[in-house]
């Protein structure tokens, strides 16, 4: 499944690639433990996924000991409210808004201002 993710995203090296790339060697080694929450069009295509976990990371310092979040939604798809329903998915399946967005650029900023500001995640 992270293998398939990592189709959707933009940039070549990306931090998300990076990290989601971390997490499949991690997975050839023992069990990741980490939850994916997929939106799919009416056809069945993926168009954006959250994934959440604990893993130690390279965004843990940034994190602390909140779960490391991950979003991506495709550009011809957002702001429909996706990567919101996305993150609310996420904190249901962790039973926690306790999430830490990691900030790529300003519209990934003011998605995560607009979640806590709207009390899906914690600040």
Do not use: P
């Not at 990290?19 to 060697?25: A, F």
Request: proline content about 0%; glycine content about 4%; some cysteine.
């Amino acid at each position: 499944m992270l293998s398939k993710l990592l189709e959707l995203t933009l940039e070549k090296d990306s931090g998300l690639k990076l990290e989601v790339k971390k997490l499949i060697d991690i997975s050839k080694l023992r069990k990741v433990t980490a939850k994916a929450v997929i939106a799919t069009n009416m056809f069945g295509r993926i168009v954006g996924w959250t994934l959440v976990h604990k893993e130690n990371s390279i965004w843990s310092y940034i994190c602390g000991n909140k779960y490391i979040t991950m979003t991506y939604v495709l550009q011809k798809y957002r702001r429909r409210g996706i990567g919101t329903k996305l993150i609310k998915m996420a904190s249901k399946a962790y039973h926690s808004n306790n999430l830490s967005i990691i900030e790529w650029d300003d519209q990934s900023d003011k998605f995560k201002n607009k979640l806590i500001d709207n009390n899906i995640i914690s600040a």
